[in-house]
């Protein structure tokens, strides 16, 4: 019997648009860790460019989700964004109640942590 707890559409669910801003010299690789060990490819970011995406927030529980192309919710546990040399997860907020309708992230390297990708506010 397939697993009947899949929810489908956006209803009750509020959008959430996600930049990731590349700051580094190099190309960056982005991808989401998604609820039961899957991942999906988010797309490579240029130095200078961004990536736009949007998640849905369910206000209930707090929850990020991606849509998938049969428009079911893919619980996002976390981004992580990578260059050749490092990798880094972006702090996402998960709670429930209202959340920030942009979120902005700043990836840059630095010379003893590798990589990081601060909020930069919404």
């Known amino acids: 019997m ?3 707890g899949i929810i489908h ?7 959430v ?15 989401a860790a998604l609820a039961h060990w899957y991942s ?6 240029g130095p200078g460019d961004q990536l736009t995406l949007t998640l849905w927030h369910d ?6 989700n991606l849509m998938n192309a049969t428009d079911d919710r893919m619980p ?4 992580w964004c990578s260059n050749d040399a490092a990798r880094t997860r ?3 907020p998960i709670a429930s109640g209202r959340a920030e309708a942009t ?8 010379d003893d942590t590798g990589l990081n990708c601060d909020a930069a506010g919404g």
């Open 76 to 79: 996002v546990e976390a981004v």
């Open 40 to 45: 999906d490819d988010l797309g490579e970011i």
């Open 59 to 64: 206000r209930e529980t707090g929850v990020l």
């Open 90 to 92: 972006l702090n996402l």
């Open 9 to 15: 559409g956006t209803d009750g669910a509020d959008p």
């Open 2 to 4: 397939p697993y009947s």
């Open 17 to 31: 648009e996600i930049s990731i801003a590349n700051e580094t010299g190099g190309i960056l690789k982005c991808e």
């Open 103 to 110: 979120l902005r992230y700043s990836c840059h390297a630095g």
